[in-house]
């Protein structure tokens, strides 16, 4: 059985950067890997509707929590038969976004903590009744807000159809959500989490050496 690792951090903290960057090293080192990334948008109803509401085309369901977190949550119920199979032939299973993502939104856009009743809801949600897969270790690439929200509007400019969403043009709400994740790393919420510096160079290598122990 493989190990599921996560990669977590704000819009635009280099996730998908560093899923590149510690995939090519984990296969270089010999191990057998899989990548998945959510939301996914093009590839399940949920995640659609979640963008289309995010975009302002899908009326008030925005403005409500528990219905943009349940519909995240569907989105990975969807994938949870392909994320098991995949832990059953690779070595390590990398995701760009999990269930963290969905606690810590939702719990920065209600102004809670990491012991409000959001945080503790999704993973009843997610965990227990729909029974997605479990993270092996959950890695937080920590930015200034500042930082990340450059790169998101570089991101932007850069890639057309890239616009930027409710969620990732709202200043204060990646604020309160980075708060968030630094509290369920500190709790170690669900697995044990390693806290990455999203400035500084990471050494794929080196890490890619760290989670195969």
């Known amino acids: 059985m493989g190990r599921l690792v996560v990669i977590e951090g704000l819009d635009g903290a280099g996730k998908r950067t560093l899923a590149d960057q510690l995939h090519v090293a984990l296969v ?8 998945f990334a959510f939301p996914r ?56 976004r999990y269930v963290a993502s ?12 990491v012991d409000g009743e959001l945080v503790e809801w999704v993973r009843r949600l997610e965990v227990e009744r729909f029974g997605i897969p479990v993270p092996a270790v959950q890695l937080l690439l920590a930015v200034p807000r500042a930082v990340a929200a450059e790169r998101a509007a570089y991101r932007e400019r850069a ?9 990732e ?20 919420w669900l697995s ?5 510096d999203g400035v500084a160079a990471v050494d794929p290598v080196a890490l890619a050496l760290r989670l195969g122990k």
Do not use: I, K
């Open 28 to 35: 270089a080192g010999g191990a057998r890997t899989a990548r």
């Open 159 to 167: 890639e057309p159809g890239r616009e930027r969403d409710a969620y």
């Open 41 to 96: 948008y093009d590839a399940d109803v949920h995640a659609e509707l979640a963008r289309d509401a995010l975009h302002g085309r899908l009326g008030d369901v925005t403005g409500s929590v528990h219905a943009m977190a349940v519909l995240f949550a569907l989105d990975r119920r969807a994938a949870a038969v392909e994320l098991r199979a995949a832990l059953e032939v690779n070595d390590v299973v990398l995701v760009d």
């Open 192 to 196: 044990p989490w390693q806290v990455l």
């Open 102 to 113: 969905n606690a810590a939104y939702g719990a920065a856009r209600l102004h809670q903590d």
């Open 169 to 188: 043009s709202d200043a204060l709400l990646q604020e309160r959500t980075a708060a968030v994740y630094a509290q369920l790393a500190q709790a170690c």
